[in-house]
């Protein structure tokens, strides 16, 4: 059983940054690729970003967030972030942390949310205009 606790959202006005943070429980956090994917209200949970296992050399991002968001993964204290730069008030909404346990290939990113086998409470993240 792994547990993700996120944090780091809040309100912030439109072309502000957050950082939002998971982290992990477990022993092998290292083995788990990472995902991190958002609901904004009435709407379905979407893929935002994904980081491969090991080192996390491999990332990919929703268009929507291409070159603003970042993730990235300290294994050292089993966390992974979202660095979230000129955020826009479509930005708004529930981000969650996922965590892939189950075997998967180096370089390896995953964007499905039935490929992840946990997740986070989730942490509010809204950006005013």
């Known amino acids: 059983q792994v547990q993700l606790v996120e944090s780091g959202g809040g309100l912030v006005q439109a072309g502000g940054s957050l950082r939002l943070s998971c982290v992990a429980s477990?022993?092998?956090?290292?083995?788990?690729?990472m995902g991190w994917f958002r609901q904004a209200p009435g709407k379905e949970r979407d893929f935002v970003s994904a980081?491969?296992?090991?080192?996390?050399?491999?990332?990919y991002y929703a268009d929507s967030v291409k070159g603003r968001f970042t993730i990235s993964r300290d294994n050292a204290k089993n966390t992974v972030y979202l660095q979230m730069n000129s955020l826009k008030p479509e930005d708004t909404g529930v981000y969650y942390c996922?965590?892939?346990?189950?075997?998967?290939?180096?370089?390896?990113?995953?964007?499905?949310?039935?490929?992840?086998?946990?997740w986070g409470q989730g942490t509010q993240v809204t950006v005013s205009s």
């Open positions: 980081v491969s296992r090991g080192g996390g050399g491999s990332t």
């Open positions: 477990g022993r092998t956090f290292s083995t788990y690729a």
């Open positions: 996922a965590a892939r346990t189950r075997p998967s290939s180096f370089g390896m990113w995953y964007s499905g949310q039935s490929q992840y086998d946990y």
